[in-house]
């Protein structure tokens, strides 16, 4: 059964930093992909980022790349996000799925069949 659980949300400033993490267990050669994606309010689900657990390789959204950071260990992901905006806010989710490409399709929710329950990042001017 994969497990992913979320921490490290929480307020900034305009301009600040957060560091979220994603704990990760039980996955099998079946699910090859993690990614980020966040919720606002009043806005659909979108994809952050994601990565290859074999090789490492990353895709990002436009809105986030040169601010958010992907990086690993054996049974944890992070998300390093800088600069944040007030735009950057919502609901973070981790997900575990298999996606053949590491491009913008690995950001469909679709390919992702595991969730974390989430963890709020809330920006203020």
């Known amino acids: 059964q994969v497990q992913l659980l979320e921490s490290g949300g929480g307020s900034v400033q305009f301009g600040g930093s957060l560091t979220l993490s994603c704990s990760f267990s039980g996955f099998t050669s079946d699910y090859d992909t993690i990614a980020w994606f966040r919720k606002a309010p009043g806005k659909e689900r979108e994809g952050v980022s994601c990565i290859k657990t074999a090789d490492g390789s990353t895709f990002y959204t436009e809105s986030v790349k040169d601010r958010f950071t992907l990086f690993r260990t054996k049974m944890k992901l992070y998300l390093q996000m800088k600069t944040l905006k007030p735009e950057d806010a919502g609901i973070y989710y981790c997900?575990?799925?298999?996606?053949?490409?590491?491009?913008?399709?690995?950001?469909?929710?679709?390919?992702?069949?595991?969730w974390g329950q989430g963890t709020q990042v809330t920006v203020s001017l």
């Open positions: 997900a575990a799925g298999s996606s053949p490409s590491i491009d913008r399709n690995a950001l469909e929710p679709s390919e992702y069949d595991y």
